[in-house]
C-alpha cells in the first residue's frame, strides 16, 4: 500500500525557516512526481509546489516561489519542502502528496496524513 | 494562471437524490494533442485528507463507486453524485494540472 508520511511542522516565528520531510512506501518512488500541497485551517486546498519524477523539473505557485524549495532523494524514497521567510499566510496543514505519474503534469492519487505549520510570534 | 471557480458553494441534497457540482476554468484545460483534460476531482471528509475521485475529467479512480461521474471538456465541468448516500457528506474540490500552478477551485461543500 502507499504511505506517505510527512514530519517537520510546527511553530515558527515570522521570518524563520523550516524544513518538511515526506517518507514515502509502497510504490516506485522515483518514477513518479510529487507535490506539497497546503490547506489553511477552515479554508480550501491550495497547491504548492511539484517535483517530477527523476527531480529533473519542478514548479512553484506564485505566493512561495522563491521562499520554498522542493527537492528529493529517490535513494531515500523522500521528497522535502524547504520553507524560508515564512509568513503568518504560510500557515496550514501541508500534505505530500503523490502524482499520478512522473511527468508533473498529473493529478494527485496519494495524499499523506498532513503535517500542520504555524507561523506566529 | 489558470482560475478554477465552482458552483455552488454548499449544496444539500436528500439521500438517494442526485447532486451536481459545477467547475470552470478560465482557459481551456484540454490539449489538444491527446484529446485529453486536464482536470481532475477530488474528495474531502471532516478530518481526512482528500481523495482523489475523478480523472482526466471523467475516468473514474479505481474503487470510487460508479454514483460519481464527471463529464465535460474544455472550461466547463461537472461532477455528479447520482444518488446521494450518507458517506458522501464532504467538500468536493476540482483542480486542473494542465498549466501550473496547478489550481484548485474553491469547493463545494455537499451535506445531506
Known amino acids: 500500500d502507499v504511505q506517505l508520511v510527512e514530519s517537520g511542522g510546527g511553530l515558527i516565528q515570522p521570518g524563520g525557516s523550516l524544513k518538511l520531510t515526506c517518507a514515502a512506501s509502497?510504490?516506485?518512488?522515483?518514477?513518479?512526481?510529487m507535490n506539497w500541497v497546503r490547506q489553511a485551517p477552515g479554508k480550501g486546498l491550495e497547491w504548492v509546489s511539484v517535483i517530477s519524477g527523476g527531480g529533473d523539473t519542478t514548479f512553484y505557485a506564485d505566493p512561495v516561489k522563491g521562499r520554498f524549495t522542493i527537492s528529493r532523494d529517490d535513494s531515500k524514497n523522500t521528497v522535502y519542502l524547504q520553507m524560508a521567510s515564512l509568513r503568518a499566510e504560510d500557515s496550514a496543514v501541508y500534505y505530500c502528496s503523490k502524482g499520478s505519474q512522473s511527468s508533473r503534469y498529473s493529478s494527485i492519487d496519494y495524499w499523506g496524513p498532513g503535517t500542520l505549520v504555524t507561523v506566529s510570534s | 494562471d489558470i482560475v478554477m471557480t465552482q458552483s455552488p458553494d454548499s449544496l444539500a441534497v436528500s439521500l438517494g437524490e442526485r447532486a451536481t457540482i459545477n467547475c470552470k476554468s478560465s482557459?481551456?484545460?484540454?490539449?489538444?494533442?491527446?484529446?485529453?483534460?486536464?482536470l481532475a476531482w477530488y474528495q474531502q471528509k471532516p478530518g481526512q485528507s482528500p481523495k482523489l475521485l475523478i480523472d482526466?475529467?471523467?475516468t473514474r479512480e479505481s474503487g470510487v463507486p460508479d454514483r460519481f461521474s464527471g463529464s465535460g471538456s474544455g472550461t466547463d465541468f461537472t461532477l455528479t453524485i447520482s444518488s446521494l448516500q450518507a458517506e458522501d457528506v464532504a467538500v468536493y474540490y476540482c483542480?486542473?494540472?494542465?498549466?501550473?500552478?496547478?489550481?484548485f477551485g474553491p469547493g463545494t461543500k455537499v451535506d445531506v
Open positions: 482526466w475529467a471523467s
Open positions: 483542480q486542473q494540472h494542465y498549466s501550473a500552478p496547478f489550481t
Open positions: 509502497g510504490f516506485t518512488f522515483s518514477n513518479y512526481a
Open positions: 482557459q481551456s484545460v484540454l490539449y489538444s494533442s491527446n484529446n485529453k483534460n486536464y
